[in-house]
């Protein structure tokens, strides 16, 4: 069955650093864009970025991340990144991967058909 499992979140200061990764199980991984959403206390599920198949593709990201966050893949490990700098006290969330359903790179929630856990990013100020 397909799996996705979140890992890498915790507590860092503002401007830190924190690398999360997913790894994927249970389908063909390289044929599958892939995706990371937030979601804070609260608030809706937000779309944070997408990658295409290729594992040198270039990212697709929200405005609030750009230029921070950079999304990456492994396909021989069958593994999504997000390597997030320069956090912000708003970045604090609990941050899932998510496998496209075919839809391309796409912001939207509905179009992500299976979901990790979450694993939780607390930014301290």
């Known amino acids: 069955q397909v799996q996705l499992v979140e890992s890498g979140g915790g507590l860092v200061q503002a401007g830190g650093s924190l690398r999360l990764s997913c790894a994927a199980s249970?389908?063909?991984?390289?044929?599958?864009?892939m995706g990371w959403f937030r979601q804070a206390p609260g608030k809706e599920r937000e779309f944070v970025a997408a990658?295409?198949?290729?594992?040198?593709?270039?990212?697709y990201y929200a405005n609030s991340v750009k230029g921070r966050f950079t999304i990456s893949r492994d396909n021989a490990k069958n593994t999504v990144y997000l390597q997030m700098n320069s956090l912000k006290v708003e970045d604090t969330a609990v941050y899932f991967c998510?496998?496209?359903?075919?839809?391309?790179?796409?912001?939207?929630?509905?179009?992500?058909?299976?979901w990790g856990q979450g694993t939780q990013v607390t930014v301290s100020s």
């Open positions: 249970g389908f063909t991984f390289s044929a599958y864009y």
């Open positions: 990658t295409s198949r290729d594992t040198y593709s270039t990212g």
């Open positions: 998510a496998r496209d359903r075919d839809s391309g790179l796409s912001s939207t929630v509905s179009d992500y058909d299976y």
